[in-house]
């Protein structure tokens, strides 16, 4: 268990819909990320946030948005939904704002979003 | 922006050691160089981390050589639960974020 939570778990919904994937992080940790995995790509990173603050931006798509509460918890919004969209939704968290200097990555179990 | 380079897969056999090479051309001074495991729907997990030379733990050896320019995850005797994705997330900038696509690894019996 990493400690990151994400919910919910599953969810199935329909083209042209908006939904809300919600992450909260380990207790502590200050950033978030946001990461989406199909099954022909990679783990592409989204977005980026820091105490409440858009750190860095990845191939997000303007349909989707983010954003950080100031008790840290994150939500990812995905809206007008394609077929394309359906894929494994990953939030993860660490303690510092950089990757640099030894700071990790800890993912939670991800949202598995499936368009219809 | 660069990011690292790894192969895209790699197969062995339990039992062998398997040796995934990454290149980190643009590794930034005070870089770390870390390594993830993932398995089929899970979210990857961190697996090690150095800064140069050699550094050892439960689960694998990381060899880091002077110039820092390339990591060598090695894992020793693997078993077909090692099967799985391993990434060497790093570059400049947001890239140090991007975990692309990683090495799929298959260990067979």
């Known amino acids: 268990d990493s400690g990151v939570t994400q919910t919910p778990k599953h969810l199935i919904t329909a083209t042209g819909q908006r939904v809300t994937l919600r992450c909260s992080p380990r207790?502590?940790?200050?950033?978030v990320y946001w990461y989406q995995q199909s099954l022909d790509q990679g783990l592409q990173f989204l977005i980026h946030?820091?105490?409440?603050?858009?750190?860095a931006k990845g191939n997000i798509l303007e349909r989707f948005s983010a954003q950080q509460f100031p008790d840290l918890h994150s939500e990812l919004n995905l809206s007008s939904l394609e077929l394309g969209d359906s894929a494994l939704y990953f939030c993860?968290?660490?303690?510092?704002?950089?990757?640099?200097?030894?700071?990790?990555?800890?993912f939670g179990e991800g949202s598995w979003l499936t368009v219809v | 922006l660069a990011k690292t380079t790894q192969p895209i897969s790699m197969d062995s056999y339990e039992g062998q050691e398997v040796n995934i090479t990454c290149s980190h051309n643009?590794?930034?001074?005070?870089?770390?160089i870390t390594w993830y495991q993932q398995f089929p729907s899970q979210g990857p997990r961190f697996i090690i981390q150095?800064?140069?030379t050699k550094v050892t733990n439960e689960v694998a050896s990381l060899f880091i050589p002077a110039d820092r320019k390339s990591s060598t995850l090695s894992l020793p005797r693997v078993s077909l639960s090692d099967t799985a994705v391993y990434y060497c997330?790093?570059?400049?900038?947001?890239?140090?974020?991007?975990f692309g696509t990683g090495t799929r690894l298959l260990v067979s019996p």
């Open positions: 997330p790093g570059g400049t900038g947001f890239q140090k974020l991007v």
């Open positions: 207790s502590g940790d200050l950033s």
């Open positions: 150095g800064y140069k």
């Open positions: 993860a968290s660490s303690a510092a704002w950089t990757v640099s200097s030894g700071n990790t990555i800890y």
């Open positions: 643009n590794i930034a001074t005070n870089d770390y």
């Open positions: 946030y820091y105490n409440g603050e858009e750190r």
